[in-house]
């Protein structure tokens, strides 16, 4: 009767052991970007209220560079991915077709660099109000971000976190 109460609490216990909270804790996955500092420039005061720009900071922890792939808005016609490059002694936009996010370290998306360009915009985006965008990576993984409309000011076009000192990938 000990023996078979002996393997009884044995197998109580080996069955609870399996119930740790070790299968249910999340662990990162590998290749996931996250999306820091997101923010949509307002289109208040501006001439031409049809488009504008976002601006974030991607962090890749991995050890394979990834890169943002395209980007959609709701509330946007057409949302591209933009650089800009110096011609014939002006800084111009263009389009690109992806943005490098290298292994283990981020990229500054910001006001004269790398940008997400929402165009063909539905309706003026006041400061004070969200926007969403949803970024789709060479990974597949897509993220929803939920950025707020804010005005630019000179701190804000200057603004590098992450430990940035420039507004490119480091």
């Known amino acids: 009767m000990i ?3 002996s393997v ?4 109580l216990a080996a069955a609870l052991a399996g119930c740790t909270g070790q299968a ?3 662990t990162p996955t ?8 997101a923010w949509v420039r307002s289109t208040d005061n501006k001439t031409d209220t049809t488009m504008t720009s976002m601006f974030m900071t991607l962090v890749n922890p991995s050890g394979t ?3 943002l792939t395209s980007a959609t808005c709701d509330q946007a016609g057409k949302v591209e991915l933009h650089e800009t490059v110096e011609k014939d002694g002006a800084k111009v936009m263009q ?3 992806a943005i490098n996010i290298p292994a283990g370290s981020h990229t500054h998306l910001s006001s004269g660099g790398d940008h997400v360009m929402l165009m063909d ?3 003026k985006l006041p400061v004070g109000s969200e926007v969403t965008v ?3 990576f060479s990974t597949g993984q897509t993220e929803a971000v939920k950025a707020p409309v804010k005005e630019m000011t000179e701190e804000s076009a200057h603004y590098h976190p992450s430990g940035s000192a420039s507004a490119s990938a480091s």
């Open 3 to 5: 023996a078979a109460l």
């Open 8 to 11: 009884l609490v044995l197998a």
């Open 24 to 26: 249910s804790t999340p």
């Open 30 to 37: 590998a290749g996931t970007i996250t999306v820091e500092d």
């Open 65 to 67: 560079d990834i890169e």
């Open 95 to 97: 389009k690109v077709d």
């Open 121 to 123: 915009l539905k309706s």
């Open 134 to 136: 949803t970024l789709t």
